[in-house]
């Protein structure tokens, strides 16, 4: 069976998905749940998923881990709340003890919004950090190329925290610069708590005219760098439906791992997300 490391759910009248906007997004304004995912999911074989946060906002979070708690495609959560503020571990805490709260693997914020490429390594950050990996859960990396510089500074200052990357870092596929992408990608997954999704790769992609062929030397590039059991498969879903449907991401990613071994790709489609996420 496939783990789906990353994926979303949203409900426009619970809240406004504040990051939708322009034409080209229009699609993704209406509502997505559970119920929208999982045919799809399961005729793609796919019977664990990791729901991710969208928005920052504390509320979502115990949302988020309630829907886990009451469906079971969903194994694990990462959730979102403010690193930076002063009683972080008591926070963290208090999340797990919600409803549904044992589903909380790990913490992301919208560090590709933050105008400074160095917020991650703020001291008021890193002490958020820190007490992310003391309450034994992971901090998902939601960044630009050009913030990769500071993931690695980050993931050298917390050995102790392993850092996922979401959607390889958001590398410019459309345009098919590779470069200084790549280098910063390598200089991350030198780092032994370091690990990265094959996901949101079509969506950087050209929407109409992408091919696996286009994805491959980003796959290639993150393999040669990661290795299959440090690397994990996330459609990012709904926001791929941009560009394609949830069965053609997965069948997309099937092609650009086709010539793995079975282990191998194991550890990709399932292993790696389990162990990572403690599924």
Not at 3 to 10: E, M, R
Not at 86 to 108: N, Q, V
Not at 191 to 200: E, F, I, Y
Not at 209 to 215: C, D, K, Y
Request: charged share 20%; aromatic share 6%.
């Amino acid at each position: 069976m496939t783990v789906d490391a990353h994926h979303h759910v949203w409900d426009l009248s619970v809240r406004d998905q504040d990051w939708i906007k322009g034409p080209e997004l229009q699609p993704l304004r209406r509502n997505f749940g559970l119920a929208d995912l999982e045919p799809e999911a399961r005729a793609a074989g796919v019977d664990r998923t990791v729901l991710v946060q969208t928005v920052t906002v504390a509320e979502e979070t115990p949302e988020l881990l309630a829907l886990a708690a009451g469906h079971d495609l969903v194994a694990g959560v990462v959730g979102w709340t403010d690193l930076t503020r002063p009683d972080i571990a008591d926070e963290l805490s208090r999340l797990r003890e919600l409803p549904g709260g044992s589903f909380l693997k790990g913490i992301r914020h919208q560090v590709q919004g933050e105008p400074d490429p160095r917020w991650l390594l703020r001291k008021d950050v890193q002490r958020g950090l820190a007490a992310v990996a003391t309450a034994g859960l992971v901090y998902d990396l939601v960044v630009l190329p050009h913030q990769l510089p500071a993931c690695v500074e980050a993931a050298a200052l917390l050995p102790q925290l392993t850092f996922v990357l979401d959607h390889l870092g958001k590398p410019a596929i459309a345009t098919g610069e590779r470069e200084p992408w790549a280098s910063a990608l390598r200089a991350l997954a030198a780092l032994p708590n370091t690990v990265a999704k094959l996901s949101g790769l079509v969506t950087e992609a050209d929407h109409a005219s992408w091919t696996t062929a286009g994805l491959r030397p980003y796959t290639d590039t993150a393999l040669e760098a990661f290795g299959p059991d440090r690397l994990m498969f996330g459609s990012d879903w709904p926001v791929c439906t941009l560009a394609a449907t949830y069965a053609e991401v997965r069948t997309a990613m099937s092609e650009v791992t086709a010539d793995l071994g079975d282990p191998d790709r194991h550890a990709l489609f399932e292993g790696t997300a389990a162990a990572v996420y403690g599924l």
